[in-house]
Structures are given as structure tokens and as C-alpha cells.
């Protein structure tokens, strides 16, 4: 069984969905711990009710952000988990902790990379008139985004389709394709071929899964 550790930031729906296909045993791993940067949010109450160990790791409790990096990095190194998952973690990692978990660290980002890397995803696809929307789960690299990428999963933009809505089918995407992720990373299915390349073992295809959704 594999140990993971999950970042938050928030509301934890992403967690909800992960700690629920662990405990159906869909996902061969447990969690050691949920970290986040901020107390009082829902993402710890859903840990908390799981019994789940948490961490809150807040950036006011450093001297600089450069501690908040030092202490991150060594609470990561201190868990030593088999997988890192960021799960709605509204902090960039410092290229150090990047680069020393590469491989053993994963984030789902709210677009289909390359398209749209950072912040207000749902926004930018619908002023620029975008017929498809989906998201991105890939390996975190110390470059924003950008890392190599194991899965997307697609929507159609409907007609005068506002943003709330949009999220809202998005975060239903999100909930299905990242715990499935996780399981066959879990299962070791899936590796990174020198550190570029994403191989699946379920059918020997180099490069990333692509599915549509009707949602």
C-alpha cells in the first residue's frame, strides 16, 4: 500500500474525492497526512472527520517566504510519502522542493494545458469563446504548469454558459479523473520515461490519457 500526502488550500472537494476511493479500497494507499496553508478551512474538517492526520503549514508563521519554503520542504522530506498530491494548494513550491520530489509530485489544473496555465481558467475560456474546456492532471515541475502531463479530461462549452457553471461542471471532471490517476500511479501503471515521458502500463502508450465527458 502506498503512503500519499495531499495539499490543500480550501474546500478540499478534490480530497473528499481522494479520501473516498481510498477507503473503498479503489486507490491501494493511505493518507498520511492533508497539509495546508490555511487554518479554518473545510478541506481540514473533511481530514479531521476521516481521522486523518493534518498539518497547518501558514506562510504569517514565517519569518520570510523563503522559511515557509525551507519548512514545507522539510515537513514533505519528514513524511516521506510515495506520492505528493496538490489538491487546490494555492502556493507555487519553490524550485527546490520542485525539483528534488519531481516524479513523486502531482497537481489537476482547472484547463487543457498548454492552454491557459495559472489563474481565472473558466474566465479566459469563455471570453475567448472556447467550444472546449477540460482539465489537466501532470507531473509539477519547478516551471508553472508546466510539467508533463498524464491526463486530460474535456467538456463542451455550452451556449451562454456563465463561469459558476462551468466551474461547477469542471470540479465534477476533476472528481472523477484524479482519483482514477492516482489509483493506477498508485498500482504502478504509470511512470515517467527519463523524467519527459508519461508511459501508461495499462496499454503500453507513451503520452497522456485523453477523455470526454458528457457532464
Known amino acids: 500500500m502506498k503512503k500519499i500526502v495531499v495539499l490543500i488550500s480550501g474546500n478540499g472537494s478534490n480530497l473528499q474525492a481522494i479520501i473516498d476511493n481510498c477507503n473503498s479500497g479503489n486507490i491501494n494507499a493511505e493518507i498520511a497526512c492533508v497539509i495546508s496553508n490555511k487554518e479554518d478551512v473545510y478541506g481540514i474538517e473533511r481530514a479531521k472527520t476521516s481521522k486523518i492526520k493534518t498539518k497547518i503549514i501558514n506562510e504569517d508563521a514565517f519569518q520570510s517566504r523563503a522559511h515557509f519554503d525551507e519548512g514545507l520542504f522539510n515537513l514533505l522530506l519528514d513524511i516521506n510519502a510515495d506520492l505528493i498530491v496538490l489538491a487546490g494548494f494555492m502556493k507555487i513550491l519553490d524550485e527546490r522542493t520542485a525539483n528534488y520530489f519531481f516524479g513523486k509530485i502531482i ?22 469563446k472556447e467550444k472546449y474546456h477540460g482539465v489537466s492532471v ?26 459558476e457553471n462551468l466551474k461547477e461542471r469542471i470540479h465534477k471532471v476533476e472528481h472523477i479523473i484524479y482519483p482514477e490517476v492516482i ?33
Open 138 to 163: 501532470h507531473y509539477v515541475s519547478s516551471q508553472l504548469d508546466a510539467g508533463p502531463l498524464i491526463a486530460q479530461g474535456q467538456i463542451k462549452v455550452n451556449k451562454d454558459e456563465n463561469t
Open 183 to 215: 489509483k493506477l500511479i498508485c498500482d504502478n501503471k504509470i511512470y515517467l520515461n527519463l523524467g519527459k515521458t508519461v508511459n501508461l502500463y495499462t496499454n503500453d502508450t507513451k503520452g497522456f490519457m485523453h477523455n470526454s465527458y458528457e457532464i
Open 107 to 128: 497537481n489537476i489544473h482547472p484547463s487543457l494545458l498548454p492552454k491557459y496555465p495559472g489563474l481565472n481558467t473558466h474566465k479566459k475560456v469563455i471570453e475567448n
